[in-house]
């Protein structure tokens, strides 16, 4: 064995070794009730995350390499998809799906100034981020109370002769109707974006999320179903959408060359592009307007050891959910997510609606609870609309809304979620059922 490889080797022993010492007894660390935080989410992970990510770091490739290239490949080989875009976090994936469908390379497709897509107000932000800054037109519908998704009724009231995208979100793992949807899209010939940073691993009649519509997105943000820090996916079954999202994520070029490499086309020097010059370097050929969106090689590093464990995070997941709902579904005072038929959800996490009429506020549980180390989310924005950023913003030219969005705003009151991540034991998961009866019976 060379010197280096021997060194290399006891690197990453003693990376072991380190694990062992200092991140395992907090993985491992025993429960106790009052004294112990639950949050919502978190890391899981062992020895083999680091021992990856420091393997990346000593060969000093600190963009887009190998470990890249082995995560996007393995990604697509989990959703039986024929092409994965690795990129520095879900909100870019999002950003690079959208302006994907805004390339003139779509033709008559192409999403232009003015046009509208479909979504929903009760989102996270990046969701519908990108379609206001390019100028397209959102059109918000209302949410369903029982699967807590898009109510598919109102697809065809939301439908104009500018519409050209559906752009919506799986809540919390749970799918939306995506027959429904997918049957509306292919009727109209309208594109499917399929927001998939809080599913990954759900699936609907057996097929995954994010693998139906056109294009999928995933983010592996800590809290997310596995994490590489930051960072985040595209993909696409689509050739021609591939082609987009892979120029756009790196800098708008023509070229495909990997980075480090030169003229995998073999005819760097011959073509001819625009009015450039005959032969200009293909390498320095820009067909969009892009961005720089990759992630390094060090943090697809941690992502490719996430990917071994996640079919085990999924099924924690379920577990977990499972457990919270037969706790807690005989409480009168709680509406309790209900699983879309026809699917198997990965849940991001367990939500709660106060039903109406009720002598206590969602701020008074989330109160109680953090007070006794529970950790509490909203769903998100609840109603983007009512948020500051929409301030400037004008009905009827900068937006649209169908219907009065009731039950959004029903939601933007009184809903909440808990978490369901892998790192719950099930002591977590008692105490959570626990403390949520005892506010109940105190009141």
């Known amino acids: 064995m060379l010197k280096q490889e021997q060194l290399k080797q006891e690197i990453l022993d003693k990376t072991k070794e380190y694990y062992e010492l200092v991140h395992k007894p907090q993985q491992e660390k025993e429960f106790v009730d009052g004294e112990s935080r639950v949050n919502y989410a978190g890391r899981v992970f062992d020895d083999t995350e680091m021992r990856y990510l420091v393997d990346s770091s000593l060969d000093f490739w600190l963009t887009y390499g190998e470990y890249s290239k082995k995560f996007e490949n393995k990604l697509s080989e989990f959703l039986n998809v024929r092409w994965t875009l690795l990129v520095n976090s879900g909100s870019s994936a999002n950003l690079l799906a959208f302006y994907a469908l805004t390339s003139p390379l779509l033709k008559d497709r192409q999403v232009k100034r003015g046009d509208e897509v479909i979504t929903v107000a009760a989102c996270f932000p990046t969701t519908i981020t990108p379609i206001v800054q390019y100028g397209a037109v959102p059109v918000f519908v209302d949410m369903e109370l029982i699967n807590f998704n898009i109510d598919v009724s109102q697809l065809e009231g939301a439908l104009s002769s500018k519409t050209k995208a559906v752009m919506i979100a799986h809540t919390l793992g749970n799918p939306f109707n995506i027959k429904a949807v997918k049957a509306f899209c292919d009727k109209y010939n309208l594109w499917l974006i399929e927001d998939n940073c809080d599913a990954l691993g759900s699936t609907y009649e057996n ?182 950023l929409f301030d400037k913003m004008v009905e009827n030219t900068d937006y649209r809304v169908i219907g009065e969005l009731l039950n959004t705003d029903k939601i933007m009151n009184d809903s909440l979620w808990i978490g369901v991540y892998p790192g719950m034991g099930d002591n977590a998961i008692e105490y959570m059922i626990k403390k949520i009866k005892e506010f109940i019976n105190a009141r």
């Not at 097929?207 to 960072?231: A, Q, R, V």
């Not at 820009?286 to 992630?295: A, C, M, Q």
């Open 207 to 388: 097929k995954l999320t994010g693998t139906w519509g056109d294009i999928g997105t995933s983010s592996f943000y800590p809290p997310h179903h596995m994490t590489m820090g930051e960072g985040g996916a595209t993909y696409t079954d689509n050739p021609l959408l591939q082609k987009i999202m892979l120029s756009m994520r790196d800098w708008g070029r023509d070229c495909w060359c990997d980075s480090g490499v030169d003229n995998t086309c073999n005819s760097r020097f011959s073509k001819s592009f625009g009015t450039l010059p005959k032969g200009y370097d293909h390498k320095y050929v820009y067909s969009h307007f892009g961005f720089n969106l990759k992630v390094s090689d060090m943090q697809a590093a941690v992502g490719v050891a996430q990917l071994e464990k996640f079919p085990t995070f999924v099924e924690i997941r379920k577990i977990n959910f499972k457990k919270l709902y037969n706790g807690l579904k005989d409480l009168k005072e709680f509406l309790l997510v209900e699983t879309q038929p026809n699917s198997d959800p990965s849940w991001f996490g367990f939500l709660m609606t106060l039903k109406d009429d009720i002598k206590f506020t969602r701020n008074d549980l989330s109160q109680f609870l953090e007070d006794n180390k529970i950790q509490t989310r909203n769903l998100f924005t609840g109603n983007i609309l009512r948020h500051p």
